[in-house]
């Protein structure tokens, strides 16, 4: 039977998905869901995205393509939601959890929803009744960018269901896309949210002007950050040094196409939150998780020094070069 996906989202990233589904050999069909019908259009006449990696050539058919999100969902066994998480409950409003029931559902998206303060995985189980069995994630240190180019990229896909993230990771192994498996959603999943709030902080530090040196260890200590939350929410036995957690949060951290450390380098030079998004014009996922992160974390009670810095900063609109000063003292 021939595996039918559908991509729910039209940013870089949703781009960069299609391209690695549709350069994979594993015959299937493919839909796509995006929001613009200009863009719609233009992908349809042109076959590239008009907005986002432009230069990748866009092989789904015309048909396939809608801003109908029932219909694709309906047509789909397979449903990939990459939409920016402040975004994901508008998007599937019109969604019943009935017209979800009995598919697989893949999150792409590296972030928290708001309001819920919950990710991706749990947002799905308790609001739209999926089972854990049936939620994958897409994790990894894999910049939409790169995948555009076709440069050597590697991504964890996580499910409580073993076979089921090992069939996902075989639509979309390309030569320039490795794979593998990894049964730890929730810690793959809280990881990639974390890894965008240090790549804020890494960014933030550049712009007061700390150097390469404290740079390095404020990414050592993140990744101790990340491994103390990671083991009060699910202890379960993983590697923190994966790259499903230390590689994307590295990437995340130095990498010139990380939206989050650009968003924190401009705060760090004095650009307002909203300046900051105006002139982006692209979704810092950390902006929203830290702020989702303050509010889980008095459940925990983590000792996370960074990531409240970084929530200080954006929320308390605290000055970044005092802030980034006190936490100098408290790193090691």
């Known amino acids: 039977m021939t595996p039918k996906v559908a991509m729910i989202g039209g940013g870089s990233w949703a781009t960069a998905i299609i391209k690695m589904?549709?350069?994979?050999?594993?015959?299937?069909?493919?839909?796509?869901?995006?929001?613009?019908?200009?863009?719609?259009?233009?992908?349809?006449?042109?076959?590239?995205?008009?907005?986002?990696?432009?230069?990748?050539?866009?092989?789904?058919?015309?048909?396939?393509?809608?801003?109908?999100?029932?219909?694709?969902?309906?047509?789909?066994?397979?449903?990939?939601?990459?939409?920016?998480?402040?975004?994901?409950?508008?998007?599937?409003?019109?969604?019943?959890?009935?017209?979800?029931?009995?598919?697989?559902?893949?999150?792409?998206?590296?972030?928290?929803?708001?309001?819920?303060?919950?990710?991706?995985?749990?947002?799905?189980?308790?609001?739209?009744?999926?089972?854990?069995?049936?939620?994958?994630?897409?994790?990894?240190?894999?910049?939409?960018?790169?995948?555009?180019?076709?440069?050597?990229?590697?991504?964890?896909?996580?499910?409580?269901?073993?076979?089921?993230?090992?069939?996902?990771?075989?639509?979309?192994?390309?030569?320039?896309?490795?794979?593998?498996?990894?049964?730890?959603?929730?810690?793959?999943?809280?990881?990639?949210v974390l890894k965008n709030i240090y790549a804020v902080a890494s960014g933030i530090c550049h712009g007061v002007g700390y150097g390469d040196n404290f740079q390095a260890v404020l990414i050592s200590n993140a990744i101790r950050e990340i491994n103390r939350f990671v083991e009060a929410v699910h202890p379960i036995s993983r590697d923190i040094k994966e790259s499903a957690y230390l590689g994307d949060l590295l990437v995340t951290a130095y990498s010139q196409f990380s939206r989050n450390r650009t968003f924190g380098n401009m705060i760090g030079k004095g650009y307002t939150v909203k300046s900051a998004q105006l002139e982006m014009n692209m979704i810092a996922e950390g902006y929203y998780a830290v702020n989702c992160m303050h509010y889980i974390n008095k459940k925990y009670k983590v000792d996370m020094p960074i990531s409240r810095a970084v929530y200080a900063i954006l929320y308390e609109k605290h000055s970044p070069q005092i802030e980034m000063r006190l936490l100098t003292e408290q790193l090691n």
């Open 21 to 192: 589904l549709s350069d994979n050999f594993t015959e299937k069909e493919i839909f796509w869901w995006m929001r613009n019908a200009e863009a719609i259009t233009h992908v349809q006449q042109y076959k590239h995205n008009p907005s986002y990696l432009s230069s990748v050539e866009i092989r789904v058919p015309e048909k396939n393509i809608s801003n109908d999100i029932k219909s694709i969902i309906a047509a789909a066994d397979y449903i990939i939601l990459n939409v920016p998480a402040a975004f994901l409950k508008d998007t599937l409003a019109s969604v019943t959890p009935e017209q979800l029931k009995g598919k697989k559902i893949i999150s792409a998206i590296k972030g928290i929803v708001p309001d819920e303060n919950l990710i991706i995985g749990e947002f799905l189980n308790q609001k739209y009744h999926i089972p854990f069995e049936d939620i994958v994630v897409i994790s990894g240190p894999c910049h939409a960018e790169e995948v555009a180019l076709e440069k050597l990229s590697y991504l964890t896909i996580a499910s409580t269901d073993l076979k089921l993230a090992e069939h996902f990771a075989n639509l979309l192994n390309t030569r320039y896309i490795k794979t593998n498996i990894s049964d730890d959603i929730f810690g793959t999943e809280y990881a990639a």
